[in-house]
């Protein structure tokens, strides 16, 4: 049987070139060898994002994101987490499995206390139950599906094995495998996007390059990357460049190779390294850009594709959760 690859995309804003790089383009090519269930988590993003507005807004841009870049809808499991309601009653079940040391231990978690902590606020400071039951219900989107490997960023990996060791407790309580034991995987070759800034790029910095501004605004985006004061005729050292590091990500060995060594040469100056890099950049978001502002204009075409995965993702987890509502006793 072909293995099950899922995976869950969290509506917290928008989608910017690193999480095209590192997240959606390595989980579209999971397809070819998995069958695949992507999934937008909107329960998870509840735990941040409180504006309604914002969150339908960030629902649909990633629905759009996820069809622009490829997304075969007919080909893979493509739902909304809220649409599932199994999903919420098993983390339910699984959270009665669940010790609640795992919960103290999560990063999430454990992260916020920090900061409140050197903060000298009260440890739990402006923490909701959400933030610190999360790893329940990631453990309960994987398992529902019984996913046999999760492909994740290294912040979720002790996520991963959370869910592991709940199922593992769950299937020796009942003496059955219900469920499949999920991996974690973290690609190797998935690189750190570089922001604006040189730092990693994320929304929390306000560094990123979103991936759908019009030409005009992605090229003044561009010309913010930051540039040290070389004049053009100066050699650079592609090494310590961040709009070089931003360009590669986007080129071949070959291709890399000779813009290489045109910094080396001296002669290019900041702007023209800048323009070749919006070249590239615009040139492979031509395509998607266009599909999709297509896309976002047609919410009842995305509301359509919502409803189709909402229906074929049911048809698996009703009768799974059936046969788990009669092995526990209730029913
Ligand atoms: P952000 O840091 O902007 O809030 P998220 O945490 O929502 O981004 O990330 C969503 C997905 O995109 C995750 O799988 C994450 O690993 C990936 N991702 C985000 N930023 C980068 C980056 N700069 N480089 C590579 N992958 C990234
Ligand atoms: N927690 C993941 C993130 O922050 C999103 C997510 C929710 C997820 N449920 C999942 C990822 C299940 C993989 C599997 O990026």
Redesign the pocket.
Known sequence: MTKRALTGI?P??EP?L??W???IQPALELARDYETFYFIADYHALTSVHSAEDLRRYVRDITATYLAFGLDPKNSFFYRQSDIPEIFELAWILSCFTPKGFMNRAHAYKDAVAKNEAAGKDSDDGINMGLFGYPVLMAADILMFNADVVP??ADQKQHVEFARDIAERFNHNYGKVFFHLPEPRISAT?K??VGLDGR?????YDN?IPLFLEEKALQKRINQVVTNSQAPEEPKDPGQSHIFALHALLLNAEEDKALRERYLAGGMGWGMAKKLFFESLNEQLRGPRSEYNRLIADASYLDSILAQGKDRARAVAVPFLDELRAAIGIR
């Open positions: 969290k917290t804003g910017h690193g999480n790089l590192g997240a994740v960023g998935v750190t996007v990693k790029m994320s929304k929390s990123t």
